[in-house]
């Protein structure tokens, strides 16, 4: 069983589009975050949510819409997808308190043409 | 603030060479250490971390050692293989932040046959 799954895993659009990545994680965990990796590697956080509470919100255009319907989802909305989008985007999740280890879903490769 | 600091790469080296790649960090409180392996067109894997001063971390022949006094967290291992080529991303994790991770740039690595 897949423990963080990502869909889709690759997605080309348009510019001015709207699309959305869903994420799901089936270990319990109670934390969950978006990240953002472009083409030199690095990675950069955009949002945590613990127990469907927004914790974590770096700067980042509001066109990027997290949202959380239950602690085992954490979606991701981008509105009037640019250029500067595209990338791939990871979700993790993470355990209690004391228990460090981050679990990454395989990504979405988003391409905006 | 928090952050890590790691070489950069890309790395290339010849199967069986010896590596290092280094990692440095600066931290507020007591942080936990780890690295991450990301192989192609995967998502990120925990690979080894250590919680405290003086513990090392080890896994599939890789070794690190969370060194307090020169805040350092470089990774080894004594006999790269083919299968070792990856991307490999030093964090860390602060108790005072635990939601928050902080990730190095990442150092691409290249083993030749």
């Known amino acids: 069983d897949t423990a963080v799954s990502q869909t889709p895993k690759y997605l080309v659009t348009q510019m001015g589009n709207d699309k959305s990545i869903k994420c799901e994680q089936n270990l319990g965990h109670d934390t969950m975050y978006w990240y953002k990796q472009d083409s030199k590697k690095f990675l950069k956080i955009m949002f945590s949510y613990n127990n469907k509470e927004l914790i974590i919100n770096e700067t980042v255009p509001n066109r990027f819409s997290p949202k959380s319907p239950d602690k085992a989802h954490l979606n991701l909305h981008i509105n009037s997808l640019e250029l500067g989008d595209s990338a791939v985007y990871f979700c993790a999740s993470r355990g209690p308190a004391g228990t460090d280890t981050q679990y990454f879903g395989p990504g979405t490769r988003l391409t905006v043409l | ?113």
Request: aromatic share 14%; with cysteine; net charge negative.
């Open chain 2, 1 to 113: 603030g928090n952050s890590v600091t790691q070489m950069e790469g890309p790395v290339t080296l010849s199967e069986e060479a010896f590596l290092t790649i280094n990692c440095t960090y600066t931290a507020t409180g007591y942080p936990s250490l780890f690295w991450y392996v990301q192989y192609p067109g995967e998502g990120l894997q925990l690979l080894l971390k250590a919680t405290k001063a003086d513990d090392k971390g080890s896994n599939k022949g890789f070794e690190a050692t969370y060194r307090k006094e020169t805040t350092s967290f470089h990774l080894e291992k004594g006999s790269v293989q083919v299968s070792d080529s990856a991307v490999y991303f030093c964090a860390l994790s602060d108790q005072w932040t635990g939601n928050q991770f902080y990730f190095g740039t990442g150092t691409s690595l290249t083993v030749i046959p």
